[in-house]
C-alpha cells in the first residue's frame, strides 16, 4: 500500500513539474490575453506553498528549484529587489509581458508574434541567449 501511495504521489509531482515548466518556459501556442491572465493566476497558485495571497522570494524559489538557472532568472525577472510580490502584482507583470509581445494589438499572441518579440529582446541584449538556453531557430 506504501509503494502505492508513493508511485502516486511520484507521478503527480511529475504532472505538476510538467506544468509548472510549461508555465516557466513560456506560452506555446497561440494564447489570448484572457487565457494569459488564467495561466497567471494559476502559475501564482502554484507557487503559493501557503495559499495567503503573497507569494515570497522564499516560495517562488523553492518551487522553481526544480528548473536550475533559468528557474532562477525567472525568480529575478518577477521580484527585481522586492521579497514579495501579490496576485495582483503578478498578473500586471504577466500581462504588461504578453502586452508586449501582442505586437498588432488584437489581443492573441501567435508564435510569430512571439518569435519576434525574442529576436527584438536578443537584439537588444547583444544577441546573445541567456546562459544555458539553447538559440531557437
Known amino acids: 500500500m506504501r509503494t502505492l501511495l508513493a508511485g502516486i504521489a511520484l507521478g503527480a509531482a ?17 494564447m489570448t490575453r484572457q487565457q494569459a491572465q488564467q495561466r497567471a493566476d494559476q502559475m501564482f497558485q502554484r507557487f503559493d506553498a501557503n495559499h495567503d495571497g503573497v507569494i515570497t522570494r522564499d516560495e517562488a524559489q523553492a518551487a522553481a528549484a526544480q528548473f536550475g538557472g533559468r528557474g532562477q532568472r525567472m525568480i529575478d525577472r518577477i521580484f527585481g529587489s522586492a521579497q514579495s510580490i501579490t496576485l495582483k502584482q503578478f498578473e500586471a507583470q504577466s500581462l504588461a509581458r504578453f502586452d508586449a509581445m501582442d505586437l498588432n494589438h488584437d489581443g492573441t499572441v501567435t508564435s510569430a508574434e512571439r518569435d519576434q518579440a525574442r529576436a527584438q529582446m536578443r537584439a537588444q541584449r547583444g544577441g546573445n541567449p541567456p546562459a544555458g538556453h539553447p538559440e531557437r531557430g
Open 14 to 30: 511529475i504532472i505538476s513539474t510538467s506544468a509548472i515548466a510549461q508555465d516557466a518556459g513560456g506560452m506555446q501556442q497561440d
